[in-house]
């Protein structure tokens, strides 16, 4: 705050710099708390989105194999393709027909002696196969990783075999079809692209077969994750559990980021799923979000910064208009040869002496008025309000017994009782004179409940109080007006004063309430 003197008077201001500075702090520690809000909520969802990717790639290529192997099954239960007394060209063209409709290049006939025969083409061997030798050996169903196939050498598929079981248990060939290897990656890129995450499926010997995290196809994927750095577990335990078969997850480092995996088995095969998302991946996309909540907070920081601106340029006449007021109670209390070292704080505490009786703690007189009239301006006319006029009435007598000091302790004791009453219903209270004091009342339900309240404040100010080991007797009179919709200050004093002035001229001790 500063403080500019010039010969008519100070002018006072606030520096609007340190709001400034402050808030631009508190706008950056805003900043920081979102930004890390933003960051464990990254965590939560790179656990989330790589189950939900793994599940949702894990369901998908599962719904593939099986629908496989139920139409192949399907199919082997026929006799037109068991029987190995029908021809095979007759075989090969049914399921030629067959192929298109269920989505398959090709659905292939193999005889017992291990001969594929297919789409009108010289019928090939495949007796150097190890999963036909399986086949042929075990009678269980097939699932290949991924190889090269086809005339080109180069095509990579999946092949589901299941064998063909003549009427006597014997095996007399299978069926077979290709799924073909994009068809398999497109599923993995569709469920990452929903969860913003990376996806790898690895075959039966640990290899990559395909990879939308970018990992070479063929490579030992051991061999990359031994190249992380893997938390909670180790790569040889890894290892173990994926050739158990048993689900599971990892964080791991690499290449700057932190990484959630997630993987599982694919029921009838071999294969396994690695679904992977990075934080920098779920921390980007969430970024927007973050950055519109940072821009409204920010937004709305300054839109309070102006209003508290605009707030503290009103607060600020208000202080200049008291400044200038202390400065015009200086002058009269050092009469204009004001000290050097002068101090605001003991000219309040002077001024503050004049708004309360010092000996009983109640308002002066000049003050009880001004409250008093701000409290008619806004009684409730349904309820009792009542002015009180108290006079003691032997305050002469204890100060020629016990002296001015005795006096004094009986007013002070006075005072205190009526504070209570002040407070008890929210009126006010203030020294009359010397032995005088005018207390008003408010909020009473009815005029019962003033005379209850009279009764009991008569009681109260008829006692003896005890000091230096002597019993003070006082008594005191009570005048009382009640307040009317039109009835003013002034005139309610007056009818206080004059039923006071009945009660001393009738016994004393008691209280009256005006009448007209």
Not at 11 to 20: G, K, M, R, T
Not at 315 to 336: A, G, P, W
Not at 364 to 391: E, G, M, W, Y
Not at 413 to 442: H, N
Request: net charge negative.
């Amino acid at each position: 705050m500063k403080n500019n003197k010039k010969n008519s008077g100070s002018n006072w201001q606030i520096s609007f710099s340190p709001i400034l500075r402050y808030s631009a702090l508190f706008c950056l520690l805003i900043l920081a708390v979102i930004m890390l809000g933003g960051g464990f909520l990254s965590f939560s969802l790179m656990n989330a989105r790589a189950h939900a990717s793994l599940a949702s790639t894990h369901a998908q290529i599962s719904q593939r194999i099986d629908e496989s192997v139920t139409l192949l099954e399907s199919l082997a239960g026929l006799p037109e393709f068991y029987d190995p007394s029908i021809p095979p060209i007759d075989k090969v063209k049914k399921l030629d027909q067959m192929a298109p409709h269920f989505g398959y290049l090709m659905i292939c006939y193999v005889d017992s002696d291990i001969v594929v025969y297919s789409d009108g083409s010289e019928p090939a061997s495949l007796a150097s196969r190890d999963y036909m030798q399986n086949l042929f050996s075990t009678g269980q169903v097939q699932v290949t990783d991924s190889f090269a196939a086809g005339a080109d050498g180069v095509t990579l598929n999946y092949t589901v075999a299941v064998p063909l079981f003549g009427q006597q248990g014997d095996i007399t060939g299978c069926l077979f079809c290709a799924i073909y290897f994009d068809e398999v990656t497109q599923i993995l890129e569709e469920a990452d692209s929903v969860n913003n995450s990376s996806a790898t499926l690895i075959g039966t010997r640990g290899q990559v077969m395909s990879s939308t995290a970018g990992l070479p196809y063929g490579d030992p994927v051991m061999d990359t994750l031994r190249s992380s750095r893997i938390f909670g577990i180790t790569p040889d335990k890894l290892e173990e559990q994926l050739l158990a078969a048993v689900p599971g997850s990892y964080w791991s480092y690499q290449n700057g980021s932190l990484f959630y995996t997630a993987y599982q088995r694919v029921e009838n095969t071999g294969w396994d799923i690695l679904c992977s998302v990075s934080f920098w991946n779920i921390f980007l996309s969430v970024l927007p979000s973050l950055l519109l909540v940072a821009c409204l907070t920010v937004l709305l920081c300054i839109g309070l910064l102006l209003l508290l601106r605009r707030y503290i340029a009103g607060q600020m006449q208000v202080v200049n208009i008291l400044v200038h007021s202390v400065e015009e109670l200086e002058k009269k209390i050092y009469q204009d040869e004001q000290p050097e070292d002068r101090d605001f704080n003991e000219i309040i505490r002077l001024t503050s002496n004049g708004l309360l009786d010092s000996l009983t703690g109640v308002v002066t007189r000049s003050v009880f008025l001004n409250q008093a009239a701000a409290h008619l301006k806004k009684l409730d006319p349904q309820l009792v309000n009542a002015l009180c006029f108290i006079d003691m009435d032997n305050l002469k007598h204890i100060n020629d017994t016990y002296g001015h000091s005795g006096g004094d302790v009986a007013l002070k004791s006075i005072g205190y009782i009526l504070r209570e009453y002040e407070k008890k219903y929210d009126g006010v209270v203030g020294r009359y004179g010397g032995d005088e004091f005018i207390m008003l009342l408010t909020g009473l339900d009815d005029e019962a409940e003033l005379r209850s309240v009279l009764d009991e404040l008569v009681l109260r100010l008829h006692s003896e109080i005890g000091s230096a080991g002597q019993n003070i007797p006082i008594q005191c009179s009570v005048g009382v007006s009640v307040c009317l919709p039109e009835s003013d200050l002034e005139q309610l004093i007056a009818q206080a004063d004059e039923a006071l002035y009945f009660v001393k001229q009738n016994g004393k001790g008691y209280y009256k309430i005006y009448e007209s």
